[in-house]
């Protein structure tokens, strides 16, 4: 043991004198807030507004458990990457294994699996030879791609453009490729945001370092994930994303941007709705309390006294139509891209309706907040945006997370083990260890 008693005695001494400066009273902040969310403006541009009406709903987990599924076929899509490997000869190389996962369980649909491997090397003396295109294997099931970065395109962010071409690429060929084997009148849930959010922002950024809005892969990436929207908006079947981690800051930036009267405490948005989601500060009697004035309670008679694993609550759904990621995507979807690459993507319905939309929920048997996205095409439909909500609420109260998608993440996940394999696969070239590595590298992984 490295803290003996009296290392964790002054710990305490000194946890405890932050913890008293804080009142958990911030309902009447929260709900302030909230009101602006309605219709959230910068400079002009209406940056985030409510789909239909504000509200904060609370669902009984045992009585949304106990009815029936929406949608009782449910895909979902997740990949697994060996992370950014280095090597002694400066090459960097991520590999990227997607599959989709089915309830109930279609082992056909499991067995395919696409596999993009994507490497940069800085020297101009590396001549890496990328698929002309997709490698059949698996008796034609699954797929694989090696693709590049060419030296002269990065300067910096090596690590996280070879992750993103390879995770990306994956992810979007995969779904175009499995399509057609979706059953109808299902439910499709992709692992994290719907669309390539840091690829998106790199190709807006005119940047010296960072030239990928000129890599055809890039281009490849943002008209994939258009296509999978165009095929969800054509057959009116529900789509989601589905965070896990939300770290967005938008509205917290947002506000104090505006300079009203708060004296914010929070930074992340993901914060902010913890605490304005807590069913406590819900009026037992009336299910509203001061939280919103147009808060609306799925519970029995609004009480919620009882056990935090007997509900859940959520938002209603919001719409981001403008500046995505910082100030440099003036959209919220791949169309954002600008200049003559935006003129080069094909879509097949209004701008808008590739607009992100989003609502939060947050689980108090975990004191977890979850974000979960679709595009505007799909939510702008009332009853299909409120079969979209019930669905997730039932995953959630039935599960605790969504089933298939635990599933998908068994399926897709490149395990150490593999990882330390696929190192051997490079005979010529030796792994860049660290510290670090040698330190936690007999560890077992979870």
Known sequence: MTLEP????????LAERIDRSFEFDESKTAADIYSLLEELKIDGKVILKAVDRLFRGIVRTEMMAQGDDPYPVTYACDSGSTNPRTYDSGLFVDFCHCGLAATPTDLDVQRGRTIVCAAYSSSQRVAMQPTSGWETFDEGLGRAKLVTIAPDELKRKAPDMVHSFAMYLAESEHILFMKDRIEPESFFIMDGPIYPKQLMYWMVLDDEEVKIRQNDNARKILQNYIDIMDHFLENRSPLIGFVKNPIDRQIMDSIQKKREAFDLPWTLDSQFFRNFLSPQKVDPTTGQGNVAKNSKNNGRNGKHNGSRNAYITYTNWFMQPNRFY??????????????????????????????????MLYV????????????????KDDFLRMQITKKVLFDISLHGFPLTLTKADHLAKIRKVEREEIDKFFENMNPDITYNDTRWGKINEI
Do not use: W
């Open 6 to 13: 009296v290392h964790m005695h002054k710990i305490s001494e």
């Open 326 to 359: 910082e100030k440099l995507l003036n959209g919220t979807s791949p169309l954002a891209a600008g200049d003559t690459l935006q003129q080069k993507l094909r879509h097949s319905f209004s701008p808008e309706d590739y607009a992100l939309c989003f609502f």
């Open 364 to 379: 108090p048997s975990t004191d977890v907040v979850f974000k979960v996205e679709a595009p505007y095409g799909l939510i």
